[in-house]
């Protein structure tokens, strides 16, 4: 039998401003059976949100009194309150997809350079650390959109080796950010079957950081369900010559003869040798943005771009469904003819 569910719609009258100078808090008390999830009504400059969306759920136990900090933005979290799964034990449900979308086209690898977050945080007079915030939850909602829809590796562009150059405190708090997703979101990709993989020069990468992901890397390896890859102090530039730095220690040491180097040997040499599919079949740049900023340069030869205006922060569910749609209406050719050309031609 389903279960009852209510929805409530909560108006905080304070402007997002007002609210991120005067943090309220805010006290729920529910049934000792209820679960919860929420949804945030997207802001933008000129018409701030002040609507948060909780939707209850008579189900499973959870504690009867439920408190909120109302942080910017209405951000909230709460501690799962479902069993720990593990990712052996996880029925996969095929998920109906949005209009417009055949699961059979569906890209099995999908890039994205997320672009846009200090933009997203100025036009709202806010630190730009903040809208490094917000975008980590435009991710969280990526990854689990990907997972629903059947989408098999997911590679982000968070930091490249040409951001070392920006002021030391915002690289700073990067660094520190990428430590706090890491430890707050393994044991969620270890419950739902998420490899996680990061690719990039790790030498510069503060020690704890390193530690913290080579330990993500070794629990996640065997895991099949998802693949989420992080280019961090990555760029194609760098790839291409490790790349071509390990064929050539191959070579010296009689491993490989020159003959041999062909596409398939530099492949896997590359960093996306971590993963089944190492080529993207669709890009997504946010910011409006034109260029692939030194990104997957060997990996994008015949990848579909889509660009979009939105800001990172900005981009959620109508955003990737746009983009999913626009990449099922094109014709991958991969330099040849599709049939009905090729027919046509030869009349």
Not at 288 to 297: A, D, K, P, T, Y
Not at 338 to 343: A, M, P, R, V
Request: aromatic fraction near 10%.
């Amino acid at each position: 039998m389903a279960a009852k569910s209510t929805n409530y719609a909560l108006n905080f009258q304070n402007t997002v401003t007002n609210t991120i100078n005067q943090p309220k808090m805010l006290s729920l008390h529910l049934p000792p059976t209820t679960t919860f999830s929420f949804s945030l009504l997207k802001s933008n400059p000129q018409k701030p949100t002040n609507h948060l969306i909780f939707h209850f759920n008579s189900s499973l136990s959870s504690s009867s009194s439920r408190k909120f900090e109302k942080l910017p933005f209405g951000i909230a979290s709460a501690a799962p309150t479902a069993s720990k799964v593990g990712p052996a034990e996880a029925e996969e449900e095929e998920v109906e997809l949005p209009a417009g979308l055949q699961r059979e086209a569906m890209p099995r690898h999908v890039a994205v350079i997320m672009d846009g977050n200090v933009r997203w945080a100025k036009q709202r007079g806010l630190p730009g650390g903040m809208g490094h915030e917000a975008g980590v939850r435009s991710l969280r909602q990526m990854v689990e959109l990907c997972g629903k829809w059947g989408i098999k590796v997911l590679t982000v562009f968070a930091f490249s080796c040409d951001n070392w150059v920006r002021p030391q405190v915002e690289v700073d708090f990067l660094m520190s950010l990428f430590e706090k997703g890491i430890k707050s979101e393994l044991d969620n990709f270890i419950r739902q079957g998420i490899r996680i993989s990061v690719i990039g020069d790790p030498s510069k990468l503060p020690k704890s950081l390193q530690k913290l992901i080579a330990d993500a890397e070794e629990t996640t390896k065997d895991f099949t369900n998802f693949q989420l890859i992080v280019a961090v102090s990555y760029s194609g530039k760098y790839d291409i010559i490790q790349a071509c730095k390990n064929i050539a220690q191959k070579v010296k040491d009689g491993d490989v003869e020159v003959e041999e180097i062909d596409e398939t040997l530099i492949e896997q040499e590359l960093e996306t040798n971590c993963t089944e599919y190492p080529y993207p079949d669709l890009l997504i740049r946010t910011s409006g943005e034109l260029r692939v900023s030194n990104f997957l340069l060997w990996q994008l030869a015949y990848t579909e771009l889509f660009f979009v205006r939105a800001l990172w922060p900005d981009f959620g569910e109508d955003e990737f469904v746009e983009a999913l749609r626009s990449f099922q209406q094109r014709n991958r050719r991969y330099g040849g003819r599709d049939l009905q050309e090729s027919s046509a031609a030869n009349r």
